[in-house]
C-alpha cells in the first residue's frame, strides 16, 4: 500500500472524527463533477462538503469542487480509492453512430492564438441521422513510467451533437459551453513524467469511441490525429 493511501486513511480518520464533533456532514456525490455546497471544518475550507478540507484533497489528489472525484458513486471521504474508478460503460450495440479524433492535450493556444489553460480536447462527430446526447465518458491518465493509473467517469449533460456535425469537447474547468470540469489535482496536473490520457466516450444504443493521447513529461506540448 503507498504512502499516499495511508495519508489518506490517517486524513479520513481525522476529517471524520473532527465532522463528529462539528456535527458536519457529507454532500451526494457527483459524476457530472458538480460542486456541492461550501463547508467549515477545524482544518479550513471544504468547499465540496464531501468531509475533506481543500488543503488536504491537494495533498491526496482529490477534487475539492467535486465531493465524487472519480464519479464511482462513492464520497471522497468513504472511498478507499477516489481517483480510481472501474469503468462502468457496459454497451452491447455495435451500431456506429458517431466518431472521435483530434485528441490534444496541453495545447496552450486556441484558433485564434490566444492563450487558453492546459487541458484535454477533442472531436466528436455525428455520423447518424438523429441528435446525440445523454454522453458519458471514461478516461484514464498512466503515468508511462511507473505504470500508476488513475481513471474518472464522467456524465457530460448539456454536450450534443446534431447530424452531419461534429463538434469540439473540452476538459478544462472554465466552465464554458461544451468545456467540462474535471481534477485539478489530478496527475493531469501534477505528475511530472510522461502520460497516457485514454477516453471512452459512449452515448446511448451506439459503439463506445475510444482514442488516446501522450503528454510528454516537463509540461511539453501533445497530441495526434
Given at each position: 500500500?503507498?504512502?499516499?493511501?495511508y495519508t489518506f486513511m490517517f486524513i479520513t480518520i481525522l476529517?471524520?472524527?473532527?465532522?463528529?464533533?462539528?456535527?458536519?456532514?457529507?454532500?451526494?456525490?457527483?459524476?457530472?463533477?458538480?460542486?456541492?455546497?461550501?463547508?467549515?471544518?477545524?482544518?479550513?475550507?471544504?468547499?465540496?462538503?464531501?468531509?475533506?478540507?481543500?488543503?488536504?484533497?491537494?495533498?491526496?489528489?482529490?477534487?475539492?469542487?467535486?465531493?465524487?472525484?472519480?464519479?464511482?458513486?462513492?464520497?471522497?471521504?468513504?472511498?478507499?480509492?477516489?481517483?480510481?474508478?472501474?469503468?462502468?460503460?457496459?454497451?452491447?450495440?455495435?451500431?456506429?453512430?458517431?466518431?472521435?479524433?483530434?485528441?490534444?492535450?496541453?495545447?496552450?493556444?486556441?484558433?485564434?492564438?490566444?492563450?487558453?489553460?492546459?487541458?484535454?480536447?477533442?472531436?466528436?462527430?455525428?455520423?447518424?441521422?438523429?441528435?446525440?446526447?445523454?454522453?458519458?465518458?471514461?478516461?484514464?491518465?498512466?503515468?508511462?513510467?511507473?505504470?500508476?493509473?488513475?481513471?474518472?467517469?464522467?456524465?457530460?449533460?448539456?454536450?450534443?451533437?446534431?447530424?452531419?456535425?461534429?463538434?469540439?469537447?473540452?476538459?478544462?474547468?472554465?466552465?464554458?459551453?461544451?468545456?467540462?470540469?474535471?481534477?485539478?489535482?489530478?496527475?493531469?496536473?501534477?505528475?511530472?513524467?510522461?502520460?497516457?490520457?485514454?477516453?471512452?466516450?459512449?452515448?446511448?444504443?451506439?459503439?463506445?469511441?475510444?482514442?488516446?493521447?501522450?503528454?510528454?513529461?516537463?509540461?511539453?506540448?501533445?497530441?495526434?490525429?
Amino acid at each position: 500500500m503507498s504512502n499516499k493511501i495511508y495519508t489518506f486513511m490517517f486524513i479520513t480518520i481525522l476529517s471524520a472524527l473532527l465532522l463528529t464533533a462539528c456535527g458536519g456532514g457529507k454532500a451526494p456525490a457527483s459524476s457530472s463533477g458538480s460542486t456541492s455546497s461550501s463547508a467549515s471544518t477545524a482544518n479550513g475550507t471544504d468547499t465540496d462538503g464531501d468531509g475533506i478540507p481543500d488543503s488536504a484533497e491537494k495533498v491526496l489528489g482529490t477534487d475539492p469542487n467535486n465531493a465524487d472525484t472519480d464519479g464511482d458513486g462513492q464520497n471522497d471521504l468513504d472511498d478507499p480509492n477516489p481517483t480510481m474508478a472501474d469503468n462502468p460503460i457496459q454497451e452491447s450495440s455495435t451500431t456506429q453512430g458517431f466518431t472521435i479524433s483530434g485528441l490534444l492535450v496541453e495545447n496552450n493556444e486556441d484558433a485564434d492564438g490566444a492563450g487558453v489553460p492546459d487541458h484535454l480536447e477533442f472531436k466528436v462527430a455525428n455520423t447518424g441521422s438523429a441528435d446525440l446526447t445523454t454522453f458519458d465518458i471514461y478516461y484514464t491518465i498512466t503515468d508511462k513510467d511507473t505504470g500508476d493509473v488513475q481513471g474518472y467517469y464522467r456524465t457530460l449533460p448539456g454536450f450534443t451533437v446534431k447530424p452531419g456535425e461534429t463538434k469540439d469537447i473540452h476538459f478544462d474547468n472554465t466552465d464554458q459551453p461544451d468545456h467540462f470540469s474535471w481534477n485539478p489535482n489530478s496527475a493531469f496536473f501534477n505528475d511530472p513524467n510522461g502520460l497516457t490520457v485514454a477516453v471512452t466516450l459512449h452515448a446511448p444504443g451506439l459503439a463506445p469511441q475510444s482514442g488516446a493521447v501522450d503528454k510528454d513529461p516537463a509540461g511539453a506540448e501533445g497530441g495526434i490525429e
